[in-house]
C-alpha cells in the first residue's frame, strides 16, 4: 500500500474540497500521484461539491438535542442550497446527529477562523511554555504538534464524531463533505449553541 503524507492529502483537499479521508482513499489509489487521485475524486462525484462550494446556501435546517436529565441542550443550523436537500430524511438526520455530537463533544467554534484570537494566543503561550526546555530544532515542532492537538479537541469540523462505532473515526468535516458529495450541493454548518445548566 502507498505511503500518503498529510500534506498530499491537504493538497488534494485544498484542490477538490472533498473529505479528509476521501482524499487519502484517492491517493493511495492513484499510488500518489495527485492528478489522477483529482480526476478519481471527480469521477466520484467527491470533487463535484466542492465546485459548489462557493454557491450561496439559504436553505436548510435547525436541529436541536436535549440530554437526558435536561442539564444540556443544544441547537444548530445546517444549511443547504434547496429545499429539496433541506427536507431530505438524510440531511434532517445529519443535522440531529450533529446536534448530540455538539451535546457530548462541547466543541468551542464551527471552524478555526471563528476561534476567538485571543483562545488561540493563550493555547500558544501555554504549549511554548511547555516545550521550552526543548533542544530549539524541535521546539516549533512540539509547540505546533500541541496547538494542532487542541484545535481538534475544539474545533467542531475537526473533531472526530463521537459515535465511533458509527461513523468509523471520521471527523465532522469527512461527514459534511460526504454528504455535499451525495446531495451534489454545498452543505454548510453555520453556527450552534450550546447550553448546560449552570455553565
Not at 446531495?183 to 453555520?190: A, D, K, M, Q, S
Request: some cysteine.
Amino acid at each position: 500500500m502507498t505511503e500518503v503524507s498529510a500534506p498530499e492529502v491537504k493538497a488534494l483537499r485544498d484542490r477538490t474540497g472533498a473529505g479528509m479521508l476521501a482524499c487519502r482513499d484517492a491517493l493511495i489509489e492513484a499510488n500518489g500521484d495527485l492528478e489522477q487521485a483529482v480526476e478519481l475524486l471527480r469521477t466520484r462525484g467527491e470533487a463535484q461539491a466542492a465546485k459548489r462550494a462557493g454557491e450561496e446556501a439559504r436553505e436548510g435546517a435547525v436541529q436541536s438535542y436535549i440530554h437526558s436529565g435536561n442539564k444540556i441542550g443544544v441547537l444548530v443550523e445546517v444549511n443547504c442550497q434547496t429545499d429539496f436537500v433541506a427536507r431530505n430524511e438524510k440531511f434532517t438526520g445529519f443535522a440531529k446527529d450533529l446536534a448530540l455530537h455538539i451535546a457530548a463533544a462541547a466543541p468551542l467554534a464551527v471552524s478555526e477562523q471563528d476561534l476567538p484570537a485571543e483562545d488561540r494566543e493563550r493555547e500558544q503561550r501555554i504549549a511554548t511554555e511547555q516545550a521550552a526546555d526543548k533542544p530549539d530544532n524541535v521546539r516549533e515542532r512540539i509547540v505546533s504538534g500541541k496547538l494542532d492537538k487542541w484545535l481538534d479537541e475544539v474545533v467542531l469540523l475537526r473533531q472526530k464524531h463521537v459515535n465511533e462505532e458509527k461513523h468509523g473515526g471520521k471527523t465532522i468535516e469527512d461527514l459534511r463533505a460526504e454528504l455535499a458529495a451525495e446531495f451534489r450541493e454545498n452543505v454548510v454548518i453555520r453556527r450552534f449553541a450550546r447550553f448546560a445548566v449552570g455553565g
